[in-house]
């Protein structure tokens, strides 16, 4: 029972330097998340998907890119790295949205500096 | 846009005592959930209610729904040590177009001393 793989657990990068997050979820559902979470600002949400081949912005996009292009990947990429984007980021799914909750990875805690 | 805002911050008590949070908001929700974080791990739900008024019982968890589907509450009655984490409510959206997406609380941070 995998559930939501992210990789890594842990990355530093410089500033200006580019990285991409992986998501991989094996209960075959439809719904992606990527979240950011700071301390007192809660979980934000950055993008979303809705299926494969599909993508959205969510709260906080700017700076992010997303790819989904098999159903049971979701990767966040970071074009170029900023001290704002320090973080613990979190990927969620779901197989009917939001309604019945979702099934989070263990996160990946990224320093920028 | 939906605020969730969650009551207390923090929460620091002593083993065997009962606590509550609260998780208010001004927007009707179509279920509301609650999760469980420790340090260094993911959200990890614990229960959903999606009935207005609807009581659910984990163990010494009651967790509950109200009326107006605008609020809810949770209560651990005689906290342990193991209780001790991050607590998140999150709300999703009545209006069914936002594809799934969640409303979070800002969280309660609970700490149990022995």
């Known amino acids: 029972n995998a559930g939501v793989t992210q990789t890594p657990k842990f990355r530093v990068l410089k500033t200006g330097q580019s990285m991409t997050l992986l998501c991989a979820q094996d209960m075959n559902h439809e719904y992606m998340y990527w979240y950011r979470q700071d301390p007192g600002m809660g979980l934000r949400l950055i993008h979303y998907?809705?299926?494969?081949?599909?993508?959205a912005k969510g709260e906080v996009p700017d700076g992010y890119n997303v790819s989904r292009l098999k159903k049971q990947n979701f990767l966040l990429g970071l074009e170029s790295a900023a001290p704002s984007q320090t973080s613990v980021y979190f990927c969620a799914s779901s197989y009917s949205g939001g309604h019945y909750g979702y099934t989070f990875g263990s996160g990946t805690r990224l320093t920028v500096v | 846009t939906q605020l969730l805002e969650q009551s207390p911050q923090f929460l620091s008590i002593q083993e065997g005592e009962n606590l509550t949070v609260y998780c208010n908001s001004s927007s009707v929700f179509s279920s509301l959930q609650w999760y469980r974080q420790e340090p260094g791990e993911g959200p990890v739900l614990l229960v959903t209610v999606v009935t207005g008024g609807e009581v659910k019982k984990l163990k010494r968890l009651t967790f509950q729904f109200g009326d107006a589907r605008k609020d809810s509450s949770l209560h651990i009655t005689a906290a342990q040590p193991g209780d001790t984490g991050l607590y998140l409510c999150?709300?999703?959206?009545?209006?069914?177009?936002?594809?799934?997406?969640?409303?979070f609380g800002q969280g309660t941070i609970l700490t149990v001393h022995p």
């Open positions: 999150a709300g999703a959206d009545a209006g069914g177009t936002s594809y799934g997406k969640l409303t």
């Open positions: 998907s809705v299926g494969e081949g599909t993508t």
